[in-house]
């Protein structure tokens, strides 16, 4: 990258230091930082499922999907007691999910997963969240 050349001593060396950190390390160094800067992390899972489900949405209408039932939401109504899976299963869901906005989603249901999505895409979610140990509900 030409923009490390760029960097000073000091960013370096904390970038090394921050790439050595265990994954819970990480994250008690992003609670620290976020009460010390008086910041919050925001949810980025809303803004993220808009943009699949209205192209899904085009797709659906666009493959010739006329049913009334085209155009679906997926809602997970319990995260079950296996909460590892049920995340793992949202951050394959949808990708853009961190791990942070993933464990809030089963800690508040009932939670949106997919919203006026492909039959088959909530079908396929359902399957996924549901062997994962979660409930879900398709609307």
Known sequence: MADEAKLSKTVEEL???ISSLSVLELS?????????????????A???QAAPADS???????GG???GGANQTLVMTNAGANKIAVIKALREINQNLTLMDAKAMTE???AEILKD???EDVKAAAEKLK?????????
């Not at 062997?131 to 609307?139: H, L, Q, R, T, Y």
Request: hydrophobic fraction near 45%; proline fraction near 6%; charge should be negative.
């Open 46 to 48: 809303v803004a993220p």
């Open 28 to 44: 008690e160094l992003t609670k620290a930082l976020q009460e010390k800067l008086g910041v919050s992390a925001m949810p980025t």
């Open 117 to 119: 999505a492909k039959a």
């Open 56 to 62: 899904g949405q085009a797709q659906g209408e666009a």
């Open 15 to 17: 970038v090394e230091k």
């Open 65 to 67: 999907q006329e049913a």
């Open 108 to 110: 508040n249901v009932p």
């Open 131 to 139: 062997a994962a140990g979660a409930n879900v509900e398709v609307k």
